[in-house]
């Protein structure tokens, strides 16, 4: 091989590499180059660092085009060198979301006809068939233990109460002051019972029912609002809304043609009589899943570990260089909040909307709110075209000394975290309610 040989091989393949990032973003340009800081971060910087790097490969001197190559294919090493070390420290987690279980756990899993590994409703309704809203499966399995996530050996799991949510089934002996709506956020994933957010929020002193499950999105959660919420009949509900996914949650839920029912006025959300059917389907579902292990294979294609792992999405977002997809319009967001309103103050009730920021707003040290605040300024438009008002945790969140620490490795709350979230709903139904309790420990 020729010095000339060596420059171009050297330079070739970190300039390829940087142009794998404009060809993608250009591929998939409504979501990564159609906005102008996207178009700079994924198109423009990496596009002409990869395009120099191959001009220098083919037109600088042999010695040069060596030095430099060299130099860019080692800084291109190490960064994937540190990748993988952060990859291998998450591969666990990933595992654990998944609900791998170690042989002792899955025989567990197995004899226990009562425990069922966790789910979420859009797969479940899915798998069976469901093609009418007043049929669909819009809760979990009453008094059934759920299996959360394992963590550290352990299964995390609760007993769903009568309705299929993680509570304790006396919370609705008394009037409900609180339902959360919302995913595994609400649902408290991987935290112990009486650690989740809705456990926080009534050790502060308000009566809440969490009506959240996995993989929910706003306008399931409509629909869970318009089944339940005049059963229930609480003073206030919360729809805590999740920067990280609930925006894709919802433009997979507006493809579902019976779900795009519950935003009309007439929509017939059903009851869980109405259900059954399609909940013992699902239930049989969930049975035939036990005996399904977790593999290597589940980890490359049930989750992005190996695509983020090229993009060195962990590098990046350490450094505060990831960038969200863009947020597109979705004019039935903001029907889905007047829907949820009008069904809320139908039985006198007032409706919130709770913002909770993605972690990655608070990892590295050039962590940036500018290409997450247009989904957030989206939302919050939507919810004052409403009248509606916000709980925005980002700035409550923001203003804490280390933010990172509300946060658990799996990307949802922490104990800390769901403690810090109870706080702020609490000092909200105080402002709504003139007298309202919170405890010492909350205040």
């Given at each position: ?129 469901t093609d009418e809203l007043p049929e669909a499966l ?32 006396d919370v609705y002996n008394r009037r409900l002051d ?133 993009a060195l999405q962990q590098t990046l977002a350490r ?125």
């Amino acid at each position: 091989m020729t010095k000339r040989q060596l420059g171009l091989l050297v330079c070739a393949v970190p300039g390829l590499y940087l142009l794998l990032s404009p060809i993608y973003a250009l591929l998939h340009y409504q979501l990564f180059a159609a906005e102008t800081p996207h178009f700079i971060r994924y198109v423009l910087i990496p596009g002409l660092l990869g395009a120099a790097l191959i001009a220098i490969g083919l037109l600088a001197k042999p010695r040069f085009s060596a030095l430099v190559g060299i130099s860019a294919s080692s800084v291109l090493f190490a960064l994937f060198l540190f990748e993988a070390m952060h990859t291998v420290s998450v591969v666990s987690v990933r595992f654990e979301m998944l609900g791998q279980l170690s042989e002792a756990q899955a025989d567990t899993l197995r004899r226990n006809k009562n425990m069922v590994p966790g789910f979420t409703l859009r797969s479940l309704n899915r798998l069976s068939g469901t093609d009418e809203l007043p049929e669909a499966l819009l809760s979990g399995f009453p008094s059934t233990q759920v299996v959360l996530c394992t963590s550290k050996g352990g299964l995390v799991s609760y007993t769903a109460d009568r309705y299929g949510f993680n509570n304790p089934d006396d919370v609705y002996n008394r009037r409900l002051d609180l339902i959360l709506l919302g995913d595994s956020f609400v649902e408290g994933f991987c935290l112990p019972p009486g650690e989740d957010l809705a456990s926080s929020v009534r050790a502060g002193g308000a009566t809440t029912a969490s009506i959240g499950i996995r993989g929910n999105g706003p306008l399931v959660e409509l629909a869970m609002l318009g089944r339940f919420g005049a059963v229930l009949r609480p003073r206030h509900v919360m729809m805590v809304f999740v920067e990280g996914n609930d925006w894709e949650n919802l433009e997979r839920e507006l493809a579902v043609p019976w779900l795009r029912e519950a935003l009309s006025p007439d929509a017939n959300y059903g009851f869980q009589s109405t259900a059954q059917a399609t909940m013992r389907e699902a239930r049989s579902i969930l049975a035939e899943r036990k005996n399904t292990p977790v593999t290597g294979i589940d980890l490359l294609t049930r989750t992005s570990l190996l695509r983020n792992f090229v993009a060195l999405q962990q590098t990046l977002a350490r450094l505060g260089l990831v960038y969200p997809k863009i947020a597109g319009s979705k004019p039935e967001f903001r029907k889905i909040l007047h829907r949820a309103k009008e069904l809320t103050k139908s039985w006198g009730g007032t409706f919130t909307l709770v913002y909770v920021p993605r972690m990655d707003r608070f990892i590295g040290p050039l962590s940036s709110d500018q290409p997450f605040d247009p989904l957030r300024r989206r939302v919050r438009d939507a919810a004052a075209a409403e009248g509606i008002p916000v709980i925005d945790l980002h700035e409550a969140i923001r203003a804490q000394a280390e933010p990172i620490l509300l946060y658990a490795p799996d990307a949802h709350f922490s104990r800390a975290g769901a403690k810090f979230a109870a706080n702020e709903i609490l000092r909200s139904i105080a402002t709504k309610e003139t007298g309202f309790p919170i405890s010492a420990e909350n205040k």
